[in-house]
């Protein structure tokens, strides 16, 4: 069996919807086995996770993090995924990370929207201006199509730089204001690296969707308990959210919220519990990530290649 190499190159093939609908099928497939495993070294972390799906195969996605490399201008985030047949065990394909990661990260939040935001839904707010930032931007429009942005980050300058970069391609524009920005916003999405709420639930209105993406470890969270205790609540995972990131940790320990509030994840979608129930409501989404979510990322980039 040939191995494939597959780099940014795949993305003139690949598109946000099709992802989707490739996440939404994986959940109809049969529970995920994941695994993540971390070694240290002082302040550089060797980082592998790993998902199993009977009948999809196998990924190992294996990264390194040397934030020293920094000083030295090169990028401190390092790696690739490797995606094994599910027959043979054979390897198919080696993917680059940060292609993986780009896709999943974006795709994940993107699947949630097009679930439970207003499909009439015409103003985004994007919070943060990071590389997640930009995808979000690239993956939201080609679900919401007349929908224009506004973006506000902490340091207005990379609002400023993310909104240059997309002028002229989508509607968009800095928010100098984050409070007016939500009150103003049909979908608000969050990707930074807070670790004390940014969101205020006494900011948000009936109708809107909200998508948290940023927290990771459970020091971070992103949005505040009445934002949680305002909204319907919805998880890609269980297993990669609740008892793993402070988003929803933090809460659940202080009794703001119960597991019961936790509407719904992805491996519900196909029984039709994953849904917005009316257009008053507020829904709520975390994006935890998850290696079966690298895995079925990995498997639509290597169809979309092959052609």
């Given at each position: 069996m040939s191995v494939e190499i597959i780099g940014f190159d795949a993305e003139a093939r690949m598109?946000?919807?099709?992802?989707?609908?490739?996440?939404a099928a994986g959940h109809e497939m049969p529970r995920a086995e994941i695994t993540d495993g971390f070694l240290y070294r002082?302040?550089?972390?060797?980082?592998?996770?790993?998902?199993?799906?009977?009948?999809?195969?196998?990924?190992?996605?294996?990264?390194?993090?040397?934030?020293?490399?920094?000083?030295?201008?090169?990028?401190?985030?390092?790696?690739?995924?490797?995606?094994?047949?599910?027959?043979?065990?054979?390897?198919?394909?080696?993917?680059?990370?940060?292609?993986?990661?780009?896709w999943k990260t974006a795709g994940d939040s993107l699947l949630?929207?097009?679930?439970?935001?207003?499909?009439?839904?015409?103003?985004?707010?994007?919070?943060?201006?990071?590389?997640?930032?930009r995808s979000l931007v690239d993956a939201y429009s080609a679900a919401f199509p007349d929908a224009e942005f506004t973006v506000w980050n902490r340091t207005p300058a990379g609002a400023a730089a993310v909104a240059a970069e997309f002028a002229g391609r989508v509607g968009i524009a800095v928010a100098p204001d984050l409070e007016a920005a939500v009150a103003e916003a049909d979908i608000i999405t969050c990707a930074t690296m807070a670790k004390e709420p940014v969101i205020r639930g006494a900011w948000l209105r009936p109708g809107q969707h909200l998508d948290l993406i940023g927290a990771f470890r459970?020091?971070?969270?992103?949005?505040?308990?009445?934002?949680?205790?305002?909204?319907?609540?919805?998880?890609?995972?269980?297993?990669?959210?609740?008892?793993?990131?402070?988003?929803?940790?933090?809460?659940?320990?202080?009794?703001?919220?119960?597991?019961?509030?936790?509407?719904?994840?992805?491996?519900?979608?196909?029984?039709?519990g994953f849904a917005r129930q009316?257009?008053?409501?507020?829904?709520?989404?975390?994006?935890?990530?998850?290696?079966?979510?690298?895995?079925?990322?990995?498997?639509?980039?290597?169809a979309a290649w092959r052609g």
């Open positions: 598109d946000w919807i099709a992802l989707t609908d490739a996440l002082g302040d550089d972390t060797l980082l592998n996770r790993a998902a199993w799906i009977d009948g999809m195969g196998i990924a190992v996605k294996s990264a390194t993090i040397f934030p020293g490399n920094a000083d030295a201008g090169k990028p401190t985030i390092n790696g690739g995924m490797c995606l094994y047949a599910d027959g043979t065990g054979e390897l198919e394909a080696v993917v680059d990370f940060h292609l993986v990661t780009k949630a929207a097009r679930r439970l935001a207003r499909p009439d839904s015409r103003r985004i707010l994007v919070v943060g201006a990071g590389t997640v930032a459970p020091d971070m969270r992103e949005a505040d308990d009445t934002a949680l205790q305002r909204a319907r609540i919805f998880v890609d995972s269980r297993d990669t959210t609740i008892g793993h990131i402070g988003e929803l940790k933090i809460p659940l320990a202080a009794g703001a919220i119960s597991e019961a509030d936790i509407q719904a994840d992805y491996y519900d979608l196909p029984g039709g009316d257009a008053g409501e507020i829904t709520l989404f975390k994006n935890g990530g998850g290696a079966h979510l690298d895995l079925m990322t990995g498997r639509y980039v290597l």
